[in-house]
């Protein structure tokens, strides 16, 4: 199986089992996507064979693009206790309350890890593309360097370097 076939049976189950009707689509494709990598690095020699998860041992749940929204973002405390908290709203689970312990612009979140902990612990992870790193690393100059080629010498470059004909 490929990867779409992968995708599209994960949908399908989702259609036709109630208890994954809780998942967002999207998610229910991650899920696809996670197994199909793990297939995959077991084909190439990379990793052991993959093991079936239960339901209660899958502890992550990826969030691409738009199945979550952050709301109420406002500040609590007061000197070094101030912290931000937030809510998150989970398509088809609801509302997390949240502590941010990092600002970042929203739009420039990619995906929304949730982790649950044995301990019963709620983790979320935002994956942030800086769209600026990208666009700094492309314009950063590039030194030319010219080259004056003569009769007496094979090659002079602008950074001085004299390059000598060795036939002569």
């Known amino acids: 199986m490929n990867k779409t076939e992968l995708r599209q049976l994960a949908l399908d189950l989702r259609k036709r089992s ?29 990793a052991n064979r993959p093991r079936e998860k239960k339901p209660h041992r899958y502890l992550s749940l990826v969030y691409p693009q738009s199945a979550w929204r952050l709301s109420d973002t406002r500040e609590v405390g007061l000197g ?17 309350t949240l502590i ?47 080259v004056d080629l003569g009769l007496v010498r094979l090659a002079t470059l602008s950074d001085g370097c004299i390059l000598e004909n060795e036939t002569a």
């Not at 931000?84 to 689970?93: C, N, T, V």
């Open 80 to 96: 070094k206790n101030k912290k931000k908290k937030a809510r998150l709203y989970l398509s088809k689970i609801g509302f997390f």
């Open 18 to 46: 109630p208890e994954f009707q809780a998942l967002h689509s999207q998610v229910a494709q991650q899920v696809a996507d996670r197994f199909y990598q793990a297939r995959q690095r077991f084909l190439e020699g990379l």
């Open 100 to 146: 941010l312990h990092r600002v970042f612009p929203e739009n420039w979140v990619s995906q929304v890890c949730v982790k649950l902990y044995p301990s019963g612990r709620i983790h979320v992870i935002f994956l942030v593309e800086e769209a600026e790193a990208e666009e700094l690393s492309s314009k950063e100059s590039k030194k030319a360097v010219s």
